[in-house]
C-alpha cells in the first residue's frame, strides 16, 4: 500500500513536470524568427517611456532583431544579480559597477576596434578609466556624472554676500556658510551624515590623499595627515554650527531652501529647474593647501554586454545604435552627453547649470577609485560607511584620528 | 449584549485615538498626492496643498502602461486566490482532522519552509523555473499558489482545531464519506476564514514586487506593485506619481474588505452580533 | 473490504497531496541546494569552492557583525512581537464591540496594511527626520524638541517599531475573524452568571482564542527574523548600524557582497534559531493552547460550535 502512495506521488509530479517542462521555448528567438535581445535598464518610470520610443525606433530599422526593453528603476541591482547568479543575464545591461560584475561581462575591446581609430577618441577619455577594468573596456559610455557646487542664489542675495565662483577654496564656502547662517537662520552649507564611501573619495584626491596605495593598502593612506584634514573640516563646519549633516542626500533640503550650499551630481537638475529653484553650479572648491584644483568621482552609465549572450551581434548592433550621437542627443536633459562632437554641435558649454560638470570632469582624469582596486571592496565600503558616520552622526561625533586608524588597521 | 453609556463613551474615545494614530499618516499621504513636488519637501511642512493638482492622478497612472499592470495584477491577485483558498482548507483539513502517519514530521517540514528566507532559496528557484520555461510569464507567480502555502495552511489548521471532535461524527454515521463531510459540512462553517484567508492573500499579492521583479522581465508582464517600485531610482525617486498610484492602488482592496467583513460577521450562524 | 481500508489509511494523503505536490516540485529543490551553497564559497560570478563548514566558522569566529545583528534581532523580536500581538488583540477587541460606525474603524485600522511598502517608506522617512520632519514640526509647535528618529541609533529602533505596527492589520483581522466566530451563547450564559467583561474576556474569549494567538506569535518571531523590507527602505540598517538586522545582513551578503554561499550559511543558522524558538512555543503550547479536537473536557463545552 505503501508502494502504491509512493508510485502515485512519483507519477503526479512526472506528470506536473511534463505539464510544467512544454512551455519552453527555444532561447534568444522571437515568436517571429527574429533575434531577441534583451535589455535591461534601471531607468525610473518618467525615462522609460522615452528609452521605449528609442528602442522601438532600432526595431523598426532592423528586421532581423527585436530588442526588448527590462526597465527595473532602482532594484536593477537585485535583479542584475539573481539574474547573474542564474545564469540567466540580459544580453545588454547598463553598468556601474564593473569590479563587481565584470566577470559576467564580455570585453568590447574587440569590437569597437572594427569600428576604426576615431570611435573611441569622440568619448572624454576620462570615461573610459570608468568603464574598464584590468586594461580592458567593459562597457560603452552613455552618461556621466561629476559632481559640483550647487548654490542657492536667493538666499546669498538675502544674505548679501558674493555667489560662489569658479576658484573658491573651502575656506570660502566657510566664510560664506557662516554668513548665511548669522544673516539669515538658515543652514550655510549641508553634506551627507551617511556619504557613500565611492563618492567621499574625491574629498581625498582633492587634498593629495586616497583610500589606498596601488597595492591596496588602507594604512598610511586613509589614515594620512592630509586624510584626516578633509574629515576634521566637515566634521568642524558641522560642530560650528553653519553646516548641517543631512540624513539623505541633502537634496531636499536644498530643493526645500533651508541649506544654501551642497555638493551633488547632475541628477536632480530637472527637478530644480521644474521647481524654478534659483540655483547656480560651480566647481567643488579646492583645498587651500593641495597642489592642484579640486577633483570629482565619476559617476559614470555605461552600456555592457553579457558574456553569456547568445547573440552578440546583434547586441553589439544595439550597443553602437545607443551609444550612437543621434542617442546621445536624444537624451539630453536626462543624462550629460559624452560625446565631445554632440557637447560641441548642441552648445552643451553655453548652458550654465552644465558647464561645471564638464570641467570637473577634465580636471578628474587619472585617478582610481579603490573600487577598482580593493576586491573586496563592497564589503570594506560598508566598514567605511559606518566610520564616516561615527565622525559625522550628531549623536557620535567620534574623533576623526581614532576612527580612521581604527579602519586603516582592519 | 447591553453597553451602559460610560463603557460606551470609552470605547468610542479608544476607536478615535486609535484612528488618528492609524489615519494620521495616511492622511499626510493623501493630502500630498496633491502637491507639487516643491511643495511636499517644503520647510516647514503644510498639510493642504496651496492648489489641488487633480491631474497628478491621471499623469501617474498615464506614465507607465498601469493598464496593462492592472490585467497582470488582477490575473496573479484573482489567480493565487483561489487556488490558496482551495488548497490550503483541502491541506489544512487534512492535518487538522485526521491522524496518520508521518503527520507530525510533516507538519514541522511544512513549518519549517516558512522559517528559511527567500534571499537565498530565489536563485536556485528561479533557474527552476527557468527549466519549466516560465520564466518572463505569471506561472511563476500563481502556480505555486495551487500547491498550498504554509502559512495559510497553519493559519487553517488552527481554526479546523478548533471545531469539536464529534463535529462530524453525525454526518460519518449518515454514511457520507470524507470529502463530503469537507465540502458539504465544513466548508459552509469555515466561510469566514476562508475569506480571512483569501483577503489575506489578496493583499500581499497585490503588493508583492519582489516576485514579479525576479521572475518577469518584459514591460508586458509588469503587475502594479511593481510599476510602482520604478519610480523608485537609483539616485532619485519621483515621490508625487508614486504616492498618486499607491492611493490608486488601495481602493480596490478596501472595497474587497468592506465587503469581506460582512461575510466575516455572517459566516457563522452564531455570532456575538 | 480490503480496498476499504486502503481508502481509509490513504484519505489523509489524499487532503494533504496538493502540499506534498507543492513541496516537492517547488520547495524542497531551492531549499537543498541554499544548504548544499552553504559548504561553498559560491560568488555570484565564477566556479563556487566548497569549504566545508568553513563560512559558518567564519560566521561563529570572525564575524562580529554576524553577533550584533543576531542580538538586534532577538532584541526587536522580543519587544515587536509581544507588543504587536497585544495592540492587534486590543484593536481586534475594539472592533468587535457593538456600537455604532464600528465598521468604519475597522476599515481605517486595516488601511495602512493594505498601502503598498516603498511609498509608505519614503514618506516616513520625511516624517521622521530629524531635522526637517514632520513628526518634529509638530512636536516643536507644543515645545517639544523631537528626538533625532532616524540619526540617533537609542531612537531608531523605537522608530522601526513604531513604523512596523501600522502593519498590524492582518493579525488584528486573524483574531477579529476567531473572536466572531465564538458562539453567542457562551458569552449568554457568562452574563447570567453576572461576569464581569474583563472576567469574560479572560476566561472565556483568551482561551478560545489561544489556537490563533499561538499562530500569530509563531509567524510574527519568524517575521521579525526576517524583516528586511523596511529597515533596508527606512533606516538602511543605520544609524551607526543601530537597526541592521539579521535578515538585512543575509540580504546584503548576498545581493551588495554576492557571497551567496555566506548568505546561505547566515539564513541556515537563522533557521535553526527560529526553529529551536517556534519548538519551545509548540512545547510550551499543550500548556496553554486549547484544541477543541483534542480531548479536553471543560474547554470543550464552553467553546463549543452549535
Redesign the interface.
Known sequence: MKKKLVAMLALTMAATLAFTGCGKKEDGKTADGKTKVRFASWDTAEDADAQQAMVDKFNEQHDDIEVVLEAYGGEFDTKIAAGMGAKDTPDVMYMWNYPAYAGGLEPLDSYMEEEGEGYKDNFYETLWDYNSLDGKVYGIPIGFTTHALFYNKDIFAEAGIDEPTNDWTWDDVKEAAKAIESKTGKKGFSFQMKPDPYDYEMYLWSNDAAYCDEEGNLDGNLNSDKSKEVFQMFQDMAKEGYAVATEKSGTDEFRAGSTGMYVYGSWSINSFNEDGLNYGVVDIPAFKGASHDSVSILSSSGISMSADSKNKEAAWEFIKFWTSEEMNKERIGRELPVLKTVVETEGIMEQPEYVAFYTMLEQSSGYTPASFIIDTWSELSSDLSLSFERVYNPSALEDVSAVLDEAAAK | MKMSKTSKVIIYILLGIMAVYFLSPFVYMFFTAFKTEAEAIAYPPKLFPAKWLFENFANAWNSQPFGTYLVNSLLVTIGTTVGQVISCSLVAYGFARFNFKGKNVMFMILLSTMMIPWDVTMIPQYMEFQMFGWINTLKPLIVPAWFGSAYYIFLMRQFLMGVPKDFEEAARIDGANAFQIYWKIFMPILKPSLILVGVLNMISVWNDYLGPLIFLQDRSKYTLALGLAQFKGVHETQIIPMLCVTIIMIVPPIIIFIIAQKYIVEGTSGSIK | MKQKR?LK???????????????????I???I??LI?SFFDW????SPEFVGFGNYIEMFTKDEQFKKSLVISLKYAAIFVPLNMIIALF?AM?I????KG??V????????????????S??????L????G?LN?LLSLIGIDGP?W?????WAIVAVIIASA?GVG?MM??F??????????V?EAA?LDGAT?ARQFFSITLP?IT??I??NL??SI?SSF?Q?TLVMLLT?G????STYFY?LM???N?????K?GY??A???V??II??IL?ALVFKSSSAWVF?????GGAK?KK????
Not at chain 3, 489509511?9 to 517547488?26: E, K, N, Q, R, S
Open positions: 486502503f489509511t490513504a484519505t489523509p494523503y489524499f487532503f494533504v497531496l496538493p502540499w506534498i505536490i507543492g513541496f516537492l516540485v517547488f520547495t529543490g531551492p531549499l541546494f541554499s551553497m560568488p555570484l560570478i565564477g484593536l475594539l468587535t464591540q457593538p456600537v464600528v465598521r474603524f475597522r476599515t481605517i485600522y486595516y488601511i495602512p496594511t493594505v498601502i503598498s511598502g516603498v511609498a509608505v519614503i514618506l516616513w522617512g520625511w516624517i527626520n530629524g531635522d526637517y514632520v514640526y533625532k532616524l540619526v540617533d541609533p537609542a501600522f492582518s483581522l486573524i477579529y475573524t476567531d473572536i466572531k466566530n465564538i458562539p453567542i451563547d458569552y452574563n467583561p478560545i489556537p490563533t499561538l499562530f509563531i509567524t519568524i526576517q528586511v538602511g543605520g544609524p551607526l548600524k535578515g543575509t540580504y546584503n548576498a545581493f551588495k557582497h554576492h551567496l548568505a546561505s547566515n539564513a541556515w537563522m533557521f527560529i526553529l517556534t484544541y477543541e479536537t483534542e480531548a470543550q467553546g463549543g460550535k452549535k
